[in-house]
């Protein structure tokens, strides 16, 4: 158990519909990670949060948003589902950013939310 | 930008036999950090090994070791002894060593542990 929890496990949604994934990391951690992992693909990272704040953004569409609160759950949401949207969508978390010393550079997976677009 | 780039898409391995998957990457960086995760078919990403890279001594984790080459900007994961629990997608990745950076996954390694 990494610690990280994310829901739903699985979704299943129509095109054009919209749906937020929810992710709590692991307690201590304020660094939070989406990536999108499609059918036998690698991972692609769309976002970082840290203590609330945006500090990195990848190839995000802009369909899709996140943010993180002030308890440090983070949540995405995608709109306008397209069926390429299909993935397991990953969230990940880890200390304080490596520059301060306390980070390993190690990050803690959820399980993942498996989202199916028809 | 920097780049992962694993050119073995698929490899098998006898049980306990060894096996090396190769990983290469681009940074014009100095410091960073590299990784091997493995996901096993549960899907579960779990760290392997990592490498600090101002470390010359290569790391090992018990059956799992690196040989980390920094001036041709290779990464190479050594695993021995194979057991079937080591059947997973193993991803090497890459993550600079500043402030609020990303990870970079490379497109990964399906290994299949043959009894």
């Known amino acids: 158990d990494s610690g990280v929890t994310q829901t739903p496990k699985h979704l299943i949604t129509a095109t054009g519909q919209r749906v937020t994934l929810r992710c709590s990391p692991r307690s201590g951690d304020l660094s939070v990670y989406w990536y999108q992992q499609s059918l036998d693909q690698g991972l692609q990272f769309l976002i970082q949060?840290?203590?609330?704040?945006?500090?990195a953004k990848g190839n995000i569409l802009e369909r899709f948003s996140a943010q993180q609160f002030p308890d440090l759950h983070s949540e995405l949401n995608l709109s306008s589902l397209e069926l390429g949207d299909s993935a397991l969508y990953f969230c990940?978390?880890?200390?304080?950013?490596?520059?301060?010393?306390?980070?390993?550079?190690?990050?803690?997976f959820g399980e993942g939310s498996r989202l199916t677009v028809l | 930008a920097q780049t992962v780039t694993q050119s073995q898409p698929e490899m098998s391995v006898q049980e306990a036999e060894t096996v090396t998957l190769s990983c290469t990457y681009d940074?014009?960086?100095?410091?960073?950090?590299l990784f091997w995760y493995k996901q096993p078919p549960s899907r579960q990403m779990i760290l392997v090994i990592r490498?600090?890279?101002?470390?010359?001594q290569n790391a090992t984790e018990n059956r799992f070791s690196v040989n980390f080459q920094k001036a041709a900007k290779s990464f190479s994961l050594k695993i021995s002894d194979s057991q079937l629990g080591d059947t997973a997608m193993y991803f090497c990745?890459?993550?600079?060593?500043?402030?609020?950076?990303?990870?970079?996954f490379g497109p990964g390694t399906s290994l299949s542990v043959i009894p």
């Open positions: 490498q600090e890279a101002y470390k010359q």
């Open positions: 990745a890459f993550m600079k060593h500043v402030v609020y950076d990303k990870v970079i």
């Open positions: 940074t014009s960086e100095n410091n960073y950090y």
């Open positions: 990940a978390s880890s200390h304080t950013p490596a520059l301060l010393g306390a980070n390993t550079g190690e990050l803690f």
């Open positions: 949060y840290y203590n609330g704040e945006e500090r």
